[in-house]
Protein backbone atom coordinates (compact mmCIF):
# COMPACT_ATOMS: atom_id res chain seq x y z
CA UNK A 1 0.00 0.00 0.00
CA UNK A 2 1.33 3.67 -0.89
CA UNK A 3 2.19 5.15 2.42
CA UNK A 4 3.74 8.38 3.04
CA UNK A 5 5.08 8.50 6.53
CA UNK A 6 6.66 12.00 8.66
CA UNK A 7 8.54 12.62 11.20
CA UNK A 8 8.52 13.82 14.14
CA UNK A 9 4.81 14.29 14.05
CA UNK A 10 5.18 18.24 16.28
CA UNK A 11 8.46 19.59 17.19
CA UNK A 12 9.49 22.70 19.11
CA UNK A 13 12.64 25.19 18.33
CA UNK A 14 13.33 28.71 19.54
CA UNK A 15 14.08 31.68 16.86
CA UNK A 16 16.90 31.55 15.22
CA UNK A 17 17.70 27.95 15.07
CA UNK A 18 17.81 25.42 12.22
CA UNK A 19 15.67 22.05 12.06
CA UNK A 20 14.94 19.13 9.52
CA UNK A 21 11.83 17.09 8.54
CA UNK A 22 11.91 13.66 7.05
CA UNK A 23 9.23 12.12 5.20
CA UNK A 24 9.55 8.75 3.99
CA UNK A 25 7.74 7.07 1.48
CA UNK A 26 6.58 3.66 -0.41
CA UNK A 27 4.50 4.98 -3.18
CA UNK A 28 5.57 3.31 -6.40
CA UNK A 29 5.67 4.38 -9.19
CA UNK A 30 7.39 7.85 -8.15
CA UNK A 31 5.94 10.87 -10.10
CA UNK A 32 6.90 14.17 -7.77
CA UNK A 33 7.21 14.85 -4.08
CA UNK A 34 6.03 18.32 -3.00
CA UNK A 35 6.38 19.95 0.56
CA UNK A 36 3.66 22.13 1.71
CA UNK A 37 2.98 24.91 4.40
CA UNK A 38 -0.26 24.95 6.26
CA UNK A 39 -1.18 27.52 8.59
CA UNK A 40 -4.04 26.29 10.95
CA UNK A 41 -7.03 26.32 9.20
CA UNK A 42 -5.51 27.19 6.15
CA UNK A 43 -4.89 25.51 2.56
CA UNK A 44 -1.48 24.39 2.04
CA UNK A 45 0.86 26.37 0.33
CA UNK A 46 3.26 24.62 -1.67
CA UNK A 47 7.09 24.99 -0.73
CA UNK A 48 8.97 22.74 -3.20
CA UNK A 49 8.50 20.13 -6.27
CA UNK A 50 10.67 17.76 -7.05
CA UNK A 51 11.01 14.89 -9.52
CA UNK A 52 12.52 11.87 -9.51
CA UNK A 53 15.61 13.46 -11.03
CA UNK A 54 16.45 16.22 -8.54
CA UNK A 55 18.19 15.58 -5.69
CA UNK A 56 17.65 19.26 -4.04
CA UNK A 57 15.70 22.29 -4.66
CA UNK A 58 15.19 25.14 -2.39
CA UNK A 59 12.85 27.92 -1.76
CA UNK A 60 14.97 30.78 0.70
CA UNK A 61 14.89 29.30 3.87
CA UNK A 62 13.47 26.22 3.11
CA UNK A 63 15.69 23.47 1.40
CA UNK A 64 14.18 20.25 0.44
CA UNK A 65 16.41 17.14 -0.46
CA UNK A 66 15.12 13.94 -2.86
CA UNK A 67 16.79 10.41 -1.98
CA UNK A 68 14.36 7.92 -4.92
CA UNK A 69 16.73 5.24 -4.58
CA UNK A 70 16.22 5.26 -0.12
CA UNK A 71 12.50 6.92 -0.57
CA UNK A 72 13.38 9.50 1.42
CA UNK A 73 13.25 13.33 1.77
CA UNK A 74 13.62 15.95 3.75
CA UNK A 75 12.87 19.69 4.48
CA UNK A 76 15.86 21.36 6.32
CA UNK A 77 14.11 25.43 7.92
CA UNK A 78 17.52 27.52 8.29
CA UNK A 79 17.03 30.63 10.88
CA UNK A 80 13.80 29.81 11.86
CA UNK A 81 11.38 33.15 12.32
CA UNK A 82 8.67 32.72 14.62
CA UNK A 83 6.45 33.04 11.08
CA UNK A 84 7.58 29.28 10.26
CA UNK A 85 5.06 27.78 13.10
CA UNK A 86 2.85 25.61 10.65
CA UNK A 87 2.59 22.17 9.76
CA UNK A 88 4.54 20.59 6.95
CA UNK A 89 3.35 18.33 4.55
CA UNK A 90 5.09 15.99 2.19
CA UNK A 91 3.10 15.02 -0.51
CA UNK A 92 4.55 11.62 -2.85
CA UNK A 93 2.53 11.63 -6.75
CA UNK A 94 3.02 8.47 -8.18
CA UNK A 95 2.87 8.57 -12.17
CA UNK A 96 -0.12 9.58 -12.94
CA UNK A 97 1.40 12.99 -12.88
CA UNK A 98 -0.40 14.61 -9.59
CA UNK A 99 -4.28 12.92 -9.98
CA UNK A 100 -3.53 10.39 -7.20
CA UNK A 101 -1.61 12.13 -4.14
CA UNK A 102 -0.46 10.41 -1.54
CA UNK A 103 -0.51 12.90 2.02
CA UNK A 104 1.75 12.49 4.92
CA UNK A 105 -0.01 13.30 8.29
CA UNK A 106 2.42 16.32 8.49
CA UNK A 107 4.89 17.80 11.37
CA UNK A 108 3.36 20.38 13.36
CA UNK A 109 6.61 23.01 13.85
CA UNK A 110 6.42 25.61 16.79
CA UNK A 111 8.77 28.24 16.78
CA UNK A 112 9.22 30.22 19.83
CA UNK A 113 10.69 33.35 20.97
CA UNK B 1 -1.81 33.34 -10.06
CA UNK B 2 -3.87 30.59 -9.72
CA UNK B 3 -7.19 31.35 -7.18
CA UNK B 4 -9.67 28.61 -5.73
CA UNK B 5 -12.76 29.67 -4.31
CA UNK B 6 -14.86 27.84 -1.80
CA UNK B 7 -18.28 28.58 -0.62
CA UNK B 8 -19.20 28.24 2.01
CA UNK B 9 -16.46 28.58 4.53
CA UNK B 10 -18.05 27.73 7.38
CA UNK B 11 -21.52 25.24 7.91
CA UNK B 12 -23.33 23.73 10.57
CA UNK B 13 -26.10 21.15 9.66
CA UNK B 14 -27.94 18.27 10.76
CA UNK B 15 -27.98 14.80 9.49
CA UNK B 16 -29.69 14.05 6.20
CA UNK B 17 -29.95 17.37 5.72
CA UNK B 18 -28.85 17.49 1.66
CA UNK B 19 -25.39 20.12 1.03
CA UNK B 20 -23.21 21.35 -1.17
CA UNK B 21 -20.21 23.45 -1.28
CA UNK B 22 -18.99 24.75 -4.21
CA UNK B 23 -15.30 25.43 -5.76
CA UNK B 24 -14.57 27.33 -8.67
CA UNK B 25 -10.97 28.33 -10.29
CA UNK B 26 -10.00 31.16 -11.95
CA UNK B 27 -7.84 29.21 -14.67
CA UNK B 28 -8.38 26.79 -16.88
CA UNK B 29 -7.25 23.94 -15.17
CA UNK B 30 -8.65 20.30 -15.83
CA UNK B 31 -7.84 18.82 -13.21
CA UNK B 32 -9.33 19.66 -9.80
CA UNK B 33 -9.81 17.67 -6.86
CA UNK B 34 -11.84 17.46 -3.05
CA UNK B 35 -10.12 16.40 0.17
CA UNK B 36 -11.36 16.38 3.64
CA UNK B 37 -8.39 16.67 6.46
CA UNK B 38 -9.15 15.03 9.63
CA UNK B 39 -6.53 15.72 13.03
CA UNK B 40 -3.78 13.15 12.53
CA UNK B 41 -4.77 11.58 9.38
CA UNK B 42 -3.46 14.47 7.20
CA UNK B 43 -5.44 15.27 3.82
CA UNK B 44 -7.52 12.33 2.05
CA UNK B 45 -8.41 12.58 -1.42
CA UNK B 46 -12.20 12.25 -1.87
CA UNK B 47 -12.59 12.73 -5.89
CA UNK B 48 -10.78 14.11 -8.46
CA UNK B 49 -11.80 15.24 -11.90
CA UNK B 50 -9.64 15.42 -15.16
CA UNK B 51 -11.77 17.20 -17.26
CA UNK B 52 -15.11 18.13 -17.68
CA UNK B 53 -17.44 14.96 -17.58
CA UNK B 54 -14.74 13.06 -15.81
CA UNK B 55 -14.73 12.15 -12.33
CA UNK B 56 -13.19 9.34 -10.37
CA UNK B 57 -12.83 7.99 -7.05
CA UNK B 58 -10.00 8.89 -4.09
CA UNK B 59 -9.78 7.22 -1.31
CA UNK B 60 -12.92 8.04 0.85
CA UNK B 61 -15.69 8.56 -2.20
CA UNK B 62 -18.30 7.35 0.35
CA UNK B 63 -21.43 9.27 1.65
CA UNK B 64 -19.95 12.14 -1.69
CA UNK B 65 -21.04 12.76 -4.92
CA UNK B 66 -19.17 15.47 -7.05
CA UNK B 67 -20.09 16.81 -11.07
CA UNK B 68 -18.03 18.35 -13.94
CA UNK B 69 -20.46 20.40 -15.81
CA UNK B 70 -17.87 22.92 -16.67
CA UNK B 71 -14.45 23.48 -16.12
CA UNK B 72 -14.18 26.42 -13.62
CA UNK B 73 -16.51 24.44 -11.11
CA UNK B 74 -16.58 21.15 -9.18
CA UNK B 75 -19.15 21.26 -6.55
CA UNK B 76 -19.26 18.43 -3.65
CA UNK B 77 -22.72 17.34 -2.81
CA UNK B 78 -23.67 14.94 0.36
CA UNK B 79 -26.76 14.07 0.03
CA UNK B 80 -27.26 12.60 3.51
CA UNK B 81 -24.63 14.37 5.67
CA UNK B 82 -23.44 12.07 8.81
CA UNK B 83 -21.48 13.24 11.79
CA UNK B 84 -18.80 11.26 10.30
CA UNK B 85 -18.67 13.50 8.02
CA UNK B 86 -17.64 16.49 9.93
CA UNK B 87 -13.95 17.64 8.83
CA UNK B 88 -12.08 20.20 6.81
CA UNK B 89 -12.71 20.25 3.44
CA UNK B 90 -10.35 21.75 0.69
CA UNK B 91 -10.54 21.65 -3.20
CA UNK B 92 -7.48 22.27 -5.41
CA UNK B 93 -6.66 22.30 -8.59
CA UNK B 94 -3.22 21.12 -10.77
CA UNK B 95 -1.35 22.90 -12.80
CA UNK B 96 -0.07 19.54 -15.29
CA UNK B 97 2.79 21.44 -16.62
CA UNK B 98 4.65 22.72 -13.10
CA UNK B 99 2.96 20.10 -10.79
CA UNK B 100 1.71 23.13 -8.64
CA UNK B 101 -1.28 22.16 -6.89
CA UNK B 102 -3.59 24.84 -5.40
CA UNK B 103 -5.65 25.13 -2.68
CA UNK B 104 -8.83 26.60 -1.49
CA UNK B 105 -8.85 28.51 1.50
CA UNK B 106 -11.27 25.05 3.16
CA UNK B 107 -14.74 24.46 4.45
CA UNK B 108 -15.29 23.59 7.79
CA UNK B 109 -18.37 21.44 8.06
CA UNK B 110 -19.80 20.47 11.36
CA UNK B 111 -22.53 17.79 10.99
CA UNK B 112 -25.01 17.40 14.42
Known amino acids: KNQVEQSPQSLIILEGKNCTLQCNYTVSPFSNLRWYKQDTGRGPVSLTI?????NTKSNGRYTATLDADTKQSSLHITASQLSDSASYIC????????????FGAGTRLFVKA | EAQVTQNPRYLITVTGKKLTVTCSQNMNHEYMSWYRQDPGLGLRQIYY???????DKGDVPEGYKVSRKEKRNFPLILESPSPNQTSLYFCAILDRGSYEQYFGPGTRLTVT
Open chain 1, 50 to 54: MTFSE
Open chain 2, 49 to 55: SMNVEVT
Open chain 1, 91 to 102: VVSDQTGGFKTI
